[in-house]
């Protein structure tokens, strides 16, 4: 049932995934929209666009029209299938995550039981388009940005992994509308008054999933795999046109799909205290995403922020940061997470 | 159909939206976009120099015990997910057998660390 009208299972699979679709494209627009053109160009002393419609809102859609009417070039040396075919899993894997992403008491679009646990198995597939277009290109600087890029996902890939444990102890399920109606419900010290949302019992785990998060989406201090004063632009040198723009698209979608995820553990999702509304109330549906979108949007500036102000970390201080500090403290995090829930 | 199965169901249907809708717009950008083949146009970039020797060439992979390692600690998370969600269950029990198990792996890492595999050559 969806606003009053009976439908069939696969026409519902299909709402779902336009929903999804806007989901996706909505706060990946807004993002480049707010923080690279606008809030950049603040923290530099200049305007940023201001042609295209009102302060340039229409910027975004004046450049989508530029990459369309571009050449498609493949180099003559490159493996033309696995070159055509990176693109797909960088961009696809992004809007996958989303799937288990809830937005709402019912605004969900599919209630996975091992939500966490697939979110992070399907972004990780990403670094495997990375490395294919690195490789595929057949070119110095893609395969060096493309074997950066490798090295650096899968070190900033456990930290990642091992943060969001704790986050799991404490809720005690891996579903990410149970973990909103936790965070919501729970209590901290008997004091129910804004729940318990996780950053704050968490803030450890909190700290270093959004300092691998900044890693995986290859933001700056963490850019090693585009440095571009020495590869050019690392794995997508040679791509031009639309299949640069699917992987601009993957990159920005990702941050705004890391953040909803974030978001989602950390912050309590779209849901507010459970003592201030009833969150089972139809109204969530539709007051659930505009909450999230403020709480990504939080997130989001702060990914952007850490990117426009710190200079770019060298590859050993990279691996030297992921290995000896940050996934020895997410153990130890595990470790203090584990005593204290079964202490108390 | 069980419920489990169809959410998965609904990760299926989606993925096969997500590449038809991907190809959509690569084909869409086939109608709009211009040909004109220029032998240098498909020439590898190099700096604007002719590109030397070949595109793959052989570099010094300096991570591949970062990569040994990574298995070894994904594993562990493997494990350590499904525990986490029945802590509440197993009290105590449970905790000691998980502290033993990240000391004893965390004795690896320090071994790894000890023995400088952790170390950009």
């Known amino acids: 049932m969806i606003l009053g009208v009976d439908l069939s299972y696969w026409q519902v699979s299909v709402l779902r995934s336009l929903g999804i679709l806007v989901a996706v494209l909505l706060p990946a627009g807004t993002f480049v929209y707010v923080f690279l053109f606008k809030m950049v160009s603040f923290m530099q002393s200049r305007l940023g666009p201001m042609e295209a419609g009102p302060f340039g809102s229409m910027q975004l859609l004046a450049e989508v029209g530029k990459f369309l009417q571009k050449e498609d070039i493949v180099p003559e040396r490159a493996d033309r299938r696995l070159f055509k075919l990176a693109p797909y899993f960088v961009v696809g894997t992004v809007l996958l995550v989303y799937l288990a992403v809830p937005f709402g008491p019912d605004m969900y679009f599919a209630n996975l039981k091992g939500g966490v646990f697939y979110i992070l198995a399907v972004s990780s597939i990403s670094s495997l388009g990375v490395l294919m277009a690195g490789w595929s290109s057949a070119n110095k600087y893609a395969l060096i940005g493309g074997l950066r890029a490798a090295g650096q996902l899968i070190a900033y890939e456990l930290p990642l992994v091992l943060a969001v444990v704790g986050v799991i102890i404490q809720a005690g399920t891996m579903n990410l509308s149970e973990i909103v109606s936790a965070q919501a419900g729970g209590s901290i010290f008997g004091f129910d008054g804004i729940g318990n949302p996780y950053l704050l019992t968490q803030f450890i785990a909190f700290g270093i999933f959004m300092i691998a998060v900044q890693a995986e989406l290859g933001q700056t201090p963490f850019d090693m795999p585009i440095a571009e004063s020495e590869l050019v632009t690392g794995y997508i040198t040679e791509y031009s046109g639309l299949r640069f723009l699917l992987f601009f698209i993957g990159e920005f979608a990702s941050a705004g799909a890391f953040a909803a995820v974030a978001a989602t553990l950390f912050l309590g999702g779209w849901a507010v205290p459970a003592a201030w509304a009833d969150l089972n109330s139809n109204w969530f549906n539709l007051f659930g995403p505009l909450i999230m979108l403020v709480k990504m949007m939080i997130l989001g500036g702060l990914i952007f922020f850490v990117r426009f102000t710190f200079p770019r970390f060298r590859e050993d201080q990279l691996q030297k940061l992921a290995w000896t500090v940050l996934i020895p403290i997410s153990l130890v995090n595990i470790l203090a997470t584990t005593i204290l829930k079964v202490a108390f | ?121």
Do not use: N
């Open chain 2, 1 to 121: 159909m069980s419920q489990f199965l169809r959410d998965y169901l609904t990760v299926a249907i989606f993925s096969g939206i997500t590449v038809g809708l991907l190809s959509g717009v690569l084909a869409l950008g086939k109608l709009v976009r211009p040909v004109r083949p220029q032998g240098a146009k498909y020439l590898s970039y190099e700096s604007g120099v002719d590109p030397v020797g070949d595109g793959w060439a052989q570099s010094p992979i300096r991570y591949y015990v970062f990569a040994l390692l990574f298995v070894l600690f994904d594993v562990e998370a493997v494990f350590i997910f499904p525990w986490a969600i029945q802590l509440e269950v197993y009290g105590w029990f449970g905790a000691i057998e998980m502290i033993v198990f990240i000391v004893l792996l965390s004795l690896g890492l320090l071994y790894a660390w000890r023995k400088k595999v952790l170390q950009w050559i």
